[in-house]
């Protein structure tokens, strides 16, 4: 890191950079000069002596600092060109070096590794039909409102009736006015299996019909729909609208699942 840091500080000032480059120029006209004259010196006779051993001929002072200072320099430029890179290298070549000549070591303290073995999901509370309605009294024993709610809207022209005809399954069922600023029900009735009922004198609004079924305690709405009453020459025309369950074949109502919050 030192000699880096003296690279990076000689190569980073143009003129301490000059000055280098100056320095190894002079260093090599020395070297080509001395490679001249030993070439051109005649050769003393040498005496016979019997053959040695060969040796392998180390290169000279000067050629050894060529041979190491270019490679060196290139790698400095590349530092002064790219310094994060630079730091980068170092930082992982360390660690690299760190890891190949440090014995293992325990694992570091932290979370355990992940293990394979399944964890139990939450289960479902299974549903069972209440013994009795919302008001507290036994389920009415035919299609009917149940009593303690107020109805309603009920100072119209218009009726809806809800279809169970062909179901297996008893309803409680809402019927639900959409006009204010947040949807509240104006009728509740129970509807038992094969049964329907009719709600008469409803006020003219927009409403849907929502309903739980009692077997399985899933939970329902249908469509939007309007009840419109116009007057005519000869009296008023209303609105007279039968809604099937979802469960009748071809039923002439779209249904959407329901939160608790919602019903």
Do not use: C
Not at 102 to 123: F, I, N
Not at 180 to 208: C, E, H, M, W
Request: glycine letters at 6%; hydrophobic letters at 35%.
């Amino acid at each position: 890191m030192s000699i880096i840091n003296r690279s990076y500080e000689i190569l980073s000032d143009p003129q301490k950079r000059a000055e280098h480059d100056v320095w190894i120029a002079l260093e090599e006209k020395k070297h080509q000069k001395s490679t001249a004259q030993s070439d051109t010196a005649p050769i003393p006779p040498q005496r016979q002596t019997p053959p040695q051993p060969t040796q392998a001929k180390l290169p000279s002072h000067s050629i050894l600092k060529k041979v190491l200072l270019w490679p060196f320099k290139l790698v400095l430029q590349i530092i002064v060109a790219v310094p994060q890179l630079a730091v980068l290298g170092l930082i992982f070549g360390g660690i690299a070096l760190y890891d190949a000549v440090t014995p293992d070591r325990p694992p570091p303290p932290g979370p355990k590794p992940y293990s394979a073995t399944p964890v139990a999901q939450p289960t479902r509370p299974s549903y069972s039909r209440p013994p009795t309605a919302p008001n507290g009294n036994p389920w009415p024993v035919s299609a009917g409102y149940i009593k303690g709610y107020q109805r309603l809207h009920a100072n119209g022209l218009s009726t809806v009736t809800v279809d169970n005809s062909r179901n297996d399954s008893d309803v409680f069922v809402k019927l639900v006015s959409l006009d204010g600023a947040q949807a509240y029900p104006v009728r509740q009735f129970y509807i038992p299996a094969f049964a329907s009922f009719t709600l008469n004198k409803v006020t003219a609004g927009s409403y849907d019909v929502r309903y739980r079924d009692l077997t399985n305690g899933g939970l329902s709405r249908s469509e939007a729909f309007q009840l419109e009453e116009t007057p005519t020459y000869d009296g008023t025309q209303y609105s007279n609208i039968t809604m099937t369950l979802y469960k009748v074949q071809n039923g002439n109502m779209q249904t959407y699942g329901l939160s608790e919050a919602e019903f």
